[in-house]
């Protein structure tokens, strides 16, 4: 299916644990999410790596500064040759049109799908509202956040499954919803508020989920990848 897949979150402290991870899939080559765990405990080598063994690479770093210098960071992390990367869209339009000049002026070739964080899968709207002192409804925030991403030439968002349909129905041409948040009811949700299972994340129009512990921490891990994206993809 094109433009739909699952992405696993290798939220591993080390190269090594990392790479043993990847080769117990032998049948397959996941698309990989490198966050900020592994990225700062093993420096840009390891994006090189898991690139040069087959997978696309999700470089998940949440750049958030002024605009300046998210042009430029974003510059040098275009040459590491990721597929996706992202910043939080609460940098305001101007910091994500700097993002994107600056994928464009690093990337060699077709530069990486760029999205924006709306608001963190691990933030309840009661917190939003409490601590961030962000009034409106979560569904609210999250299509306005879009919206200025969609305006700064973006590629789509990153949000939580639950509010996939509404960035899907409000902004077309192919406008990407990403989605951690990804549980099954038997599980812990860990540190996760605004979650659902793969199935209905699918039907909510979610592009690419992200799944990082349900696949990462299990018992067979290369199985609960394959029924991760049995319920999301069919396949
Ligand atoms: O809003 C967001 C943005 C990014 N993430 C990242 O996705 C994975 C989810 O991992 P799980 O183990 O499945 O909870 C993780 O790497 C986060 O940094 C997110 O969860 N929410």
Redesign the pocket.
Known sequence: MANKDVII?C?FGTREETLAFLDRFTAEKPYV?I?MELFYGEGPQIVREVKARGHRVFL?L?LHDIPNTVRRAMKNLAKLGVDMTNVHAAGTIEMMEAAKAGLEEGAAGRRPLLIA?TQ???TSEPRMREELLIPAPMGEVVTRYAANARAAGLDGV?CSPLEAALVKGSFSGGFLAVT???RYPDARA?D?ARVTIPARARELGADYI?????VTAADDPVGAYRRVRFDFLGE
């Open positions: 979150a939220d999410k966050g998940d949440k964080v963190l899968t691990s990153v951690p948040g990804i860990d996760q992200v799944v990082g512990r349900p």
